[in-house]
């Protein structure tokens, strides 16, 4: 199973908005819509940011939101605040039991 | 509250077999599937294995199949990761996560603070 592809890195001001995005293949991103994003503050745990492509946990800010086109989901994040500040990854469920993480992408605020 | 507190983690010899646990409280824990998921240092998260509330059905990732197995004690809240032939690829924060997925839904929604596994002889 290989990694979904994300940018290693995404920068913005506060107030801004920036979009991340997560490639995969047929096999997962685009077979399934089932990508979900978690975000990870150092020495932390990660933390359920969307989940079913555009679905936000109760408590998620409505800041957060995820779409998908084919192959590529996309995380995007208005009005950006220095706690943003974090690592951001996306997961695809690949089939027959699997599921596949993106690099990560760290968000410099 | 929901929480899940993984345990088990050290310094461990290649070739090693140390069993990790995670033990969750705040919800009823033999109704949901569980995941294993690792970070190795400055590294991304990886999947590892997943287990069926029932323990009817596990399954892992190619990079650990046949060396980590997968179950649960649903009597005791307590999930479990059971290693073996570690190597220095296995150095990782292991993670326990609460799966939130019914068939028509899929997500990681809660997570341990994680147990560290560092390979070193």
């Given at each position: 199973?290989?990694?979904?592809?994300?940018?290693?890195?995404?920068?913005?001001?506060?107030?801004?908005?920036?979009?991340?995005?997560?490639?995969?293949?047929?096999?997962?991103?685009?077979?399934y819509n089932y990508?979900s994003?978690?975000?990870?503050?150092?020495?932390?745990?990660?933390?359920?940011?969307?989940y079913d492509v555009?679905s936000?946990p109760?408590?998620?800010?409505?800041?957060?939101?995820?779409?998908?086109?084919?192959?590529?989901?996309?995380?995007?994040?208005?009005?950006?605040?220095?706690?943003?500040?974090?690592?951001?990854?996306?997961?695809?469920y690949?089939?027959?039991?699997?599921?596949?993480?993106?690099?990560?992408?760290?968000?410099?605020? | 509250?929901?929480?899940?507190?993984?345990?088990?983690?050290?310094?461990?010899?290649?070739?090693?077999?140390?069993?990790?646990?995670?033990?969750?409280?705040?919800?009823?824990?033999?109704?949901?599937?569980?995941?294993?998921?690792?970070?190795?240092?400055?590294?991304?998260?990886?999947?590892?294995?997943?287990?069926?509330?029932?323990?009817?059905?596990?399954?892992?990732?190619?990079?650990?199949?046949?060396?980590?197995?997968?179950?649960?004690?649903?009597?005791?809240?307590?999930?479990?990761?059971?290693?073996?032939?570690?190597?220095?690829?296995?150095?990782?924060?292991?993670?326990?996560?609460?799966y939130h997925g019914s068939g028509s839904s899929d997500a990681f929604d809660?997570?341990?603070?994680?147990?560290?596994?560092?390979?070193?002889?």
């Amino acid at each position: 199973q290989s990694a979904l592809t994300q940018p290693a890195s995404v920068s913005g001001s506060p107030g801004q908005s920036i979009t991340i995005s997560c490639t995969g293949s047929s096999s997962d991103v685009g077979g399934y819509n089932y990508v979900s994003w978690y975000q990870q503050h150092p020495g932390k745990a990660p933390k359920l940011m969307i989940y079913d492509v555009n679905s936000r946990p109760s408590g998620v800010s409505n800041r957060f939101s995820g779409s998908k086109s084919g192959n590529t989901a996309s995380l995007t994040i208005s009005g950006l605040q220095a706690e943003d500040e974090a690592d951001y990854y996306c997961c695809s469920y690949a089939g027959d039991s699997t599921w596949v993480f993106g690099g990560g992408t760290k968000l410099t605020v | 509250q929901v929480q899940l507190v993984e345990s088990g983690g050290g310094v461990v010899h290649p070739g090693g077999s140390p069993r990790l646990s995670c033990v969750a409280s705040g919800f009823s824990f033999s109704n949901y599937d569980m995941h294993w998921v690792r970070q190795a240092p400055g590294k991304g998260l990886e999947w590892v294995a997943f287990i069926r509330s029932d323990e009817s059905y596990k399954h892992y990732a190619d990079s650990v199949k046949d060396r980590f197995t997968i179950s649960r004690d649903n009597s005791k809240n307590t999930l479990f990761l059971q290693m073996k032939s570690l190597r220095g690829d296995d150095t990782a924060m292991y993670y326990c996560a609460k799966y939130h997925g019914s068939g028509s839904s899929d997500a990681f929604d809660i997570w341990g603070q994680g147990t560290m596994v560092t390979i070193s002889s």
